[in-house]
């Protein structure tokens, strides 16, 4: 019978190692060794011992998790083992939240409580409004989102309390809830629009859009396609398993900090362009294209590396169409019937249909992901594009405060310090100012 061991044989030295294989709970995927076992492979006794080297952390698990799955190659992605696409399809965003931080899908009394938990905290301290007028009028919303979810610690200093349990949802339930108001309250603020108010009879999505949207109307009525489609949207970006921003929640998370001070540090790495930033520079990317005719001109400077990435397309781990952006596609029309086509569509198209069948892409297994269509939505919504990847932290807050909660509650963790391969100096003496060359 085989045994579930590796056999490494040093041929430096000739030694053999038996190193234990363990396995995931999927067939086929998740088998792995424990580096540690590693370092017992020395060349000499002075040996530090071998390391694995793995910039990016592209064959590197970190942790175990049982919240998603995704496969790469089929294009599957399940939060808790429900695929995607019925969750799009029949779930609400509050109602998968409560899924992925759970476990389980909700019973109506629960599902009750938790959107009343999430209503409750969608208020801020006004202290809050202060701190986002000290920014600068065009300041990036992902950069004021940055700087006051992070101040939110300073307002709930009970949320360091981390191993406490009703302390931990209670942050979780503000974390989620204050979101969409630190969102819209940035918003407004880019704009020069007054604040509006949480209403706390519209729903998580329609509030949002009253504290984007309201005008001097006494009550703010959302449109209920846009409210869907922005529900449904949020479901798509809730989770993604250990994405960069849900990885530097973990590793922030790690030293035992808050959880706001780690979610700060998450929106700062979705911020970037090769992550949720990504949907703005798709927009960015259209734009600049201007015309259909101009595609293969764009498309040819791709492959050349003269003109940058082909923003949207590509992922870490789907090999296959990004069955999120599938969802995206469809909906852009529900939303196009009440805002209008996007002009800008079109140019999208001709770029998927260009690339899904040239070999640069190809090869390389570069399909759209999940941004190559959520920014066309947004903007036909009216949204600028500096608040593309706002939309996109507000959904993921929930892939943080639950992947962050796995995190403690995982008897393995530890604090976040990878090593390194060193290859700088060796000793030296310190040399005095004259002497320096
Ligand atoms: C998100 O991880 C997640 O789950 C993220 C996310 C989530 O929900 O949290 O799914 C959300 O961040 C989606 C990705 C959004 N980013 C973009 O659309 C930016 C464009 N995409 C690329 O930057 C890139 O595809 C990444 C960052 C997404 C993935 O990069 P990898 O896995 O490190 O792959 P790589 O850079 O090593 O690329 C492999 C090859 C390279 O070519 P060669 O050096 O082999 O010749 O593919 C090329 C890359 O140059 N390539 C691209 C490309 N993406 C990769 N070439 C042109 N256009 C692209 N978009």
């Not at 947004?378 to 949204?383: E, I, L, S, T």
Request: aromatic content about 12%.
């Amino acid at each position: 019978m085989a045994a579930d061991t590796l056999t490494i044989t040093d041929n430096r030295t000739g030694k053999s190692y038996e190193i234990p294989i363990q396995y995931g709970t999927y067939p086929g995927y998740g088998a792995t060794i424990n580096a540690m076992d590693l370092k017992q492979i020395k060349a000499t006794e002075q040996d530090f011992g071998l390391l694995t080297y793995d910039p990016g952390y592209t064959n590197t698990a970190s942790c175990r998790s049982s919240i998603t799955f995704l496969d790469g190659e089929e294009g599957i992605l399940r939060y808790r083992g429900y695929p995607i696409e019925q969750l799009a399809e029949k779930s609400t965003f509050l109602e998968t939240a409560y899924l992925i931080l759970n476990g389980e899908l909700p019973d109506s009394e629960q599902l009750q409580k938790w959107s009343r938990a999430i209503t409750e905290h969608t208020f801020v301290h006004e202290n809050i409004k202060k701190l986002i007028d000290g920014f600068h009028h065009d300041a990036h919303p992902m950069g004021t989102l940055v700087g006051t979810v992070g101040a939110l610690s300073t307002f709930y200093p009970d949320a360091k309390n981390i191993h406490d349990q009703e302390c931990r949802e209670l942050q979780i339930s503000r974390l989620i809830a204050k979101m969409p108001t630190l969102a819209a309250f940035a918003y407004r603020h880019s704009i020069g629009v007054p604040y509006a108010y949480p209403d706390e009879n519209l729903s998580f999505v329609g509030n949002f859009m009253n504290m984007l949207w309201k005008k001097s109307e006494l009550v703010y009525q959302p449109d209920p396609v846009l409210e869907k489609a922005i529900d449904v949207l949020f479901i798509l970006h809730a989770e993604h398993e250990q994405n960069c921003s849900t990885s530097s929640m973990r590793a922030v998370a790690s030293s035992y900090t808050d959880p706001f001070s780690a979610a700060s540090a998450a929106i700062g790495a979705l911020y970037g362009p090769l992550h949720g930033g990504a949907n703005e520079a798709v927009l960015r990317m259209l734009a600049e294209i201007g015309t259909v005719d101009r595609v293969p001109d764009y498309i040819k400077s791709v492959k050349e590396g003269t003109g940058g990435k082909l923003m949207g397309f590509g992922h870490r781990v789907y090999k296959s169409y990004d069955p999120r952006a599938k969802i995206c596609k469809k909906l852009a029309y529900d939303v196009f019937a009440v805002t209008g086509v996007n002009p800008l569509i079109d140019i999208a198209l001709e770029l998927e249909r260009i690339a899904l069948q040239d070999d640069y892409f190809i090869s390389r297994k570069l399909y759209p992901n999940v941004d190559f269509y959520s920014g066309l939505i947004y903007q036909a919504m009216g949204f600028p594009v500096g608040m593309f990847p706002v939309l996109f932290a507000i959904a993921r807050s929930v892939g943080w405060a639950a992947q962050w909660q796995e995190f403690l509650l995982d008897p393995d963790h530890k604090i976040a310090r990878p090593r390194q391969v060193y290859c700088g100096c060796k000793q030296r003496d310190y040399v005095a100012m004259d002497k320096r060359k």
